[in-house]
């Protein structure tokens, strides 16, 4: 007998419901709500040949599946997910699939600091070379392209500058080259839909606002053209990258949530994005929800439902010493890697995520030794305005 929980229509649902109840089912067997935890390496057969959809967990399990199906479902444009042990991992597995020995990627000269990591001191080893362009001014991509060029990669808004870059501009020259547009949309999450603005390929970090709870390491890569995907799955079950299915349960939790969480992130980030630009000791802020940030109608043009995230760079008077005396002060913002979850998390760029590149490297893309990253949390906006204030104080 179907279940008639298996027949519900979706079709028409709105991102929190889809959160909810798209990819699962109440378990047939039991009705658990919450769907099991595959924990499982194998999967008996039948017999040769006759299984049922499952045969290893390399290649795939029943939990992350159930994830891959909710992660697609929200984003809509009849895309596909597959998810990863990290977002390392999702974008190692997308580059391995695209490039070989000899060709080409351009890449958004502002990107988490990890991914230039990869491109830099591991591809780079195999012969694939990375051109890094200020693709803001969209027309640098299409000047960057050459004939070996088989992907352009962008972040926006971008880590930890939050410059942005126009999705639906770089989509017109990558298609007219026929060369795929990858979007590492982590930073909006449920807030910018790269499918409908001409990408290819949207990467997600989702131990950021997808897990939202600081409590797994993830990845995903969608698209909705399936050779994408299948070739993304046969890099995937080679070289082992997919995700554990406790962390994929974790997640599917932390999604029915994300429509929520992203607006009070969004909500937060604004009330302490003006609070530090009132305030005396602090020299600069950047925001896209602010009237002053220099992109604003860009930001209005593609950020969704008028929210803008929850990440906000700034710098105080007086450079690195006084913002390495803001970050040793706080207490009940959390001095961390990472971003996109319910605690509030400060980061110096400069000596944390960016520590790979050089000062030089770092200045010529904005990343002054002042500067400071914050991820807004869920706390009480009043609450975390009122520690900053404090360490903001202790500034000489
Ligand atoms: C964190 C992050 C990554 C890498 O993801 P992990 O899950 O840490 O491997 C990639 N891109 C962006 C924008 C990130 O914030």
């Known amino acids: 007998m179907v279940s008639r929980y298996e027949n519900k229509d979706l079709s028409q649902a709105g991102a929190m419901t889809l959160g909810i109840h798209s990819g699962t089912v109440p378990d047939p067997v039991t009705g658990a709500i919450l769907p099991p935890i595959y924990q499982t390496a194998t999967y008996a057969q039948e017999a040769v040949g006759v299984n049922k959809g499952h045969t290893y967990t390399r290649s795939s399990n029943p939990t992350v599946l159930a994830l891959e199906k909710r992660l697609s ?64 001014e969209s027309h640098n991509v299409a000047s960057a392209i050459r004939e070996n060029t088989k992907l352009i990669f962008i972040e926006t808004p971008a880590n930890p500058t939050l410059k942005l870059n126009d999705i639906a501009a770089i989509a017109k020259i990558s298609q007219k080259y026929g060369i795929p547009l990858a979007v590492d949309n982590t930073f909006m999450s449920g807030l910018q839909k790269p499918f409908e603005l001409g990408a290819d390929i949207i990467l997600y970090s989702t131990t950021k606002y997808i897990d939202g709870h600081n409590a797994t390491v993830g ?32 997640i599917l939790q932390g999604l029915k949530t994300l429509d929520l969480r992203i607006k009070q992130h969004s909500e937060n980030a604004l009330a302490i994005a003006k609070f530090l630009e009132s305030h005396p000791k602090v020299a600069k802020v950047v925001y896209p929800g602010l009237s002053s940030f220099p992109q604003y109608a860009l930001a209005q043009r593609q950020h969704l439902k008028g929210f ?11 450079g690195a010493a006084n913002a390495i005396k803001v970050m040793n002060n706080v207490r009940l913002c959390a001095l961390a890697e990472s971003l996109g979850a319910a605690e509030s998390l400060i980061t110096h760029p400069a000596s944390m995520t960016h520590v790979n590149m050089t000062q030089e490297q770092r200045e010529a893309i904005g990343i002054s030794e002042g500067l400071i990253r914050f991820s807004a949390g869920l706390e009480d906006a009043k609450d975390i305005i009122a520690d900053l204030d404090q360490a903001l104080n202790q500034c000489v």
């Open 73 to 136: 479902a929200l984003e809509g444009s009849n895309s596909s997910a597959l998810c990863f042990a990290t977002g390392m991992a999702a974008l190692t597995t997308l580059c391995l699939t695209l490039l070989k020995q000899g060709e080409h990627i351009i890449c958004s000269d502002v990107v988490f600091g990890g991914s230039v990591r990869l491109f830099d001191d591991i591809l780079n080893k195999y012969g694939i070379t990375v051109s890094y362009v200020k693709a803001e």
């Open 219 to 250: 990845g995903a890569l969608l698209a909705t053209n399936p050779k994408y995907i299948e070739e993304f799955n046969f890099t995937r079950k080679t070289i082992g990258t997919i995700q554990a299915p406790f962390d994929a349960w974790l």
């Open 308 to 318: 803008h995230g929850g990440m906000i760079a700034f710098e105080v008077i007086g």
